[in-house]
T-cell receptor, first 108, second 113 residues
Framework: EDQVTQSPEALRLQEGESSSLNCSYT??????LFWYRQDPGKGPEFLFT???AGEEKEKERLKATLTKKESFLHITAPKPEDSATYLC?????????FGTGTRLQVFP | DTGVSQDPRHKITKRGQNVTFRCDPI?????LYWYRQTLGQGPEFLTY????????KSRLLSDRFSAERPKGSFSTLEIQRTEQGDSAMYLC???????????FGQGTRLTVV
């Protein structure tokens, strides 16, 4: 069965303390791996799409990477406004299969 | 505003009542998706349309749930005889053809009391 697993479930960081979020996937025929950010009570907001192993994308303090089995979201020198839930999703048959997310809290 | 629009944003209903939600996708997007999200979980796929055709339904979608997209534009999701377990955030997303990002609306928060 197609599955996306994210770890850790929750992460607390001090402002400026860099870290990584993990997304492991077992999605047959994966065509794309997506990262979203979700603030409480709101819909997911698109961040990145990765299509093939070795690909990397960056946006401000965030960098997403992809291997054949995992994706990582690296957060460099986070700020309190980076606090949110980060979701990853795999696309195989025209729909996105989401993980349960990592809830990130960044303290000043 | 050119984003995905959902209405209402919040709905409180009594158990056993029927509810209907509406989603207006981004105009040039031919694919439209419905997801359900409960607290602490990721969005779970319910169903999707390509234009007016409903192409896939999750086994999570019981026969109390029905979705339509009559003219390939807006979509409605109806839940009949609501149960407390239906309480969740219902998210709509749209995307154009291809392996590209889906854009989500702000969701409809349903509370069944």
């Amino acid at each position: 069965e197609d599955q996306v697993t994210q770890s850790p479930e929750a992460l607390r960081l001090q402002e400026g303390e860099s870290s990584s979020l993990n997304c492991s996937y077992t999605v047959s025929g994966l065509r794309g791996l997506f990262w979203y950010r979700q603030d409480p009570g709101k819909g997911p907001e698109f961040l990145f799409t990765l299509y093939s192993a070795g690909e990397e994308k960056e946006k401000e303090r965030l960098k997403a990477t992809l291997t054949k089995k995992e994706s990582f979201l690296h957060i460099t020198a986070p700020k309190p406004e980076d606090s949110a839930t980060y979701l990853c999703a795999g696309d195989n048959t025209d729909k996105l299969i989401f993980g349960t997310g990592t809830r990130l809290q960044v303290f000043p | 505003d050119t984003g995905v629009s959902q209405d209402p944003r919040h709905k409180i209903t009594k158990r056993g009542q029927n509810v209907t939600f509406r989603c207006d996708p981004i105009s040039e997007h031919n694919r439209l998706y419905w997801y359900r999200q409960t607290l602490g979980q990721g969005p779970e796929f319910l169903t999707y349309f390509q234009n007016e055709a409903q192409l896939e339904k999750s086994r999570l979608l019981s026969d109390r749930f029905s979705a339509e997209r009559p003219k390939g534009s807006f979509s409605t999701l109806e839940i009949q005889r609501t149960e407390q377990g239906d309480s969740a955030m219902y998210l709509c997303a749209s995307r154009p053809q291809g392996v590209v990002e889906a854009f989500f609306g702000q969701g409809t928060r349903l509370t069944v009391v």
